[in-house]
């Protein structure tokens, strides 16, 4: 039997230029679970949130991240885009779907994948404060840190390092979101 190790999945994924696992399986279910644990216990009693995933990067994380949290929520997603199909920002952010849940009076938990330049937070955010929310918070599993924001996501899985990552959501022209681990090119 051949072993699945996570080069060898990354191939059969067809990375041909992958580099290394950034962050395994294991790695990341322990830190989603660390931060189901404190969104948990952030709000209080048993005031419902909206956990509101900014597609499609998050979808994966969002997935394991909403099953750690122990309180009521409801869930639902944003089109955001601003990469295209190459490895730098664009500096463009376009709102391509927009909820009809209303945002109005409710906890907003924005989950997003990675945090690059920040220009997809830093448009967003404004955008969603204005329909009044009773409180916004950011949730996201990696953050480059080449940028200050203002506010910084209150969650952060991981510091991640200036390198291209794909996997678990994360893609590189579409290609690579299914691989269960992160990794880089
Ligand atoms: P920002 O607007 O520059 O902060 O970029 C945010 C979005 O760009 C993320 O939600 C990702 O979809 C994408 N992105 C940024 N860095 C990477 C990366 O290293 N790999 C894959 N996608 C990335
Ligand atoms: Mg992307």
Known sequence: MTTKTPERVARLAGATDFRRVVYSEEELQRRVGEMGAEISDHYPNDEPILVLGLLKGSFIFLADLVRTIQRPLQVDFLVASS?????????????????????EGRHVVLVEDIVDSGNTLQRILPVL????????????????????????????????????????????????????????L
């Open 83 to 103: 990469y295209g199909t190459g490895m730098v920002s664009s500096g463009k952010v376009q709102l391509l779907y927009d909820p009809d849940t209303s945002i």
């Open 129 to 184: 404060e204005e329909r009044g929310p009773a409180s916004l918070e950011v949730c996201a599993l990696l953050h480059k840190r080449l940028v200050k924001l203002d506010p910084e996501p209150r969650w952060v899985g991981f510091n991640a390092p200036s390198e291209f990552l794909v996997g678990y959501g994360l893609d590189h022209a579409e290609d690579f979101r299914h691989l269960p681990f992160i990794g880089s």
